[in-house]
Nanobody, 121 residues
Framework: VQLQASGGGLVQAGGSLRLSCAASGRTFSVYDMGWFRQAPGKEREFVASISWTGGSTYYKDSVKGRFTISRDNAKNTVYLQMNSLKPEDTAVYYC???????????????WGQGTLVTVSS
């Protein structure tokens, strides 16, 4: 499956952004989808994931209540709505697909190219 992330940009602290990840190729709806991020000089970290049905979601503790992951299988797209953004959310955000629920990057065989989110203070 091929993934294309978009929607990043520059936003002030407290603002919002919505990331999108469009999938093509293999059947999108059978994969769990995840969002990860990587800040400069840091390791890639799990942000959120959603089951293939959309019925189960999981979040990194620091984004709970601020970020919402969702998917539209008819459009082969997964979203990450990010509200109340903080400077520490600044990173390149990646979408990824896995055949099962996972929070570690090595469990995801398919990755998008990343989209940069910059939150200014």
């Amino acid at each position: 499956v091929q993934l294309q992330a978009s929607g990043g940009g520059l936003v002030q602290a407290g603002g919002s952004l919505r990331l999108s990840c469009a999938a093509s190729g293999r059947t999108f709806s059978v994969y769990d989808m995840g969002w990860f991020r990587q800040a400069p000089g840091k390791e890639r970290e799990f942000v959120a994931s959603i089951s293939w049905t959309g019925g189960s979601t999981y979040y990194k503790d620091s984004v709970k209540g601020r970020f919402t992951i969702s998917r539209d299988n008819a459009k082969n797209t997964v979203y990450l709505q990010m509200n109340s953004l903080k400077p520490e959310d600044t990173a390149v955000y990646y979408c990824a697909a896995a055949p099962y629920r996972a929070t570690i990057p090595s469990s995801y065989p398919y990755w998008g190219q990343g989209t940069l989110v910059t939150v200014s203070s």
